[in-house]
């Protein structure tokens, strides 16, 4: 089990339950270094004078922002840990609300909290109150040095910290242009919307997380692999697959020819729909050797 964030507290009202803070999320990332191609050793960074070129000591480094090109303005360490938020590793929380009522725009990342020892009781108390009532707990946390807005979420046994973006992160819909009035405006036939909602009901199945896979860092992971084994000399290279050519796109499209065609084809791109094909496909090929 992964080391806890922070040992705390969830905090409401006169009701306090230690808790300890695990993230939700594994990062699955594959991190490269930049090497030297004559001998493989990694290049190392070096802090430079953009206008001198000279290399520059750390403690000359100082935190600046730009508020116009070119321009900085310097906030040393002393103002930085003024306004700092404090730390107090509680999940003190501000209010309750209707867990629909917050666009999911908001949250951002899941965090575990699991309960300390002789803390169920107060733990079960909250988890359950919050599942009966369909509600979730509006919080400030400070994980590391930030301050986040959290939503504390009951899932199942768990209560879960979701942190959320504050009103001002987020992007209004209002600053795009979107295609305004009904479907007739924009010459949608009925005919078509029938069409692309049978297409929808055949590509329709239960949603199952474990179905979808990161297939592009599965590959790169497979290459990763063969190098190492190459290098290691335990096997030889194998060769790049070519990549399928890519069908040209134009602005022009027959939305009924298309919607036409995965119908007859009986295309299912939901992941399920692709495990029952393969599985059907053994039994017929069973049945024909029994026959014979």
């Known amino acids: 089990m992964a080391r806890p964030i922070w040992n705390g507290t969830i905090s409401f009202g006169l009701l306090n339950v230690p808790v300890q803070l695990y993230s939700g999320e594994r990062t699955l990332d594959l991190h490269f270094r930049l090497l ?93 109150v919050l599942a009966k009532t369909g509600k979730v707990g509006i919080s400030r946390v400070v994980i590391r040095t930030r301050q986040y807005l959290a939503a504390l979420t009951p899932r199942g046994d768990a209560l879960m910290l979701d942190l959320m973006r504050f009103p001002q992160e987020i992007v209004k819909a209002g600053e795009f242009s979107f295609p305004s009035g009904s479907s007739r405006e924009h010459r949608v036939t009925p005919r078509e919307m029938d069409m692309a909602s049978q297409l929808i009901d055949a590509m329709t199945t239960k949603w199952n997380p474990a179905d979808y896979k990161d297939e592009f860092r599965a590959r790169l992971r497979k290459v990763i692999d063969q190098q190492i084994a190459a290098k290691r000399g335990k096997k030889k290279l194998a060769a790049a697959p070519e990549p399928e050519p890519v069908e040209a796109t134009t602005n022009v499209v027959d939305f009924m020819a298309l919607l036409r065609k995965s119908l007859e084809e009986g295309k299912r791109s939901a992941p399920s729909a692709k495990r029952k094909s393969k599985r059907r496909t053994p039994r017929a090929k069973s049945s024909k050797r029994k026959a014979s």
């Open 36 to 128: 030297d191609s004559r001998d493989n050793n990694p290049i190392r960074y070096e802090r430079v004078n953009t206008e001198t070129g000279e290399e520059v000591p750390w403690k000359e480094i100082v935190k600046g922002f730009e508020y116009s090109k070119g321009s900085y303005v310097v906030v040393d360490e002393k103002q930085l840990r003024k306004v700092a938020p404090q730390s107090t590793e509680t999940v003190e929380i501000e209010a309750f609300v209707q867990r629909d009522e917050i666009d999911p725009m908001f949250f951002e990342k899941p965090y575990y909290l699991v309960p300390a020892r002789k803390a169920e009781k107060g733990y079960v108390l909250l988890r359950e």
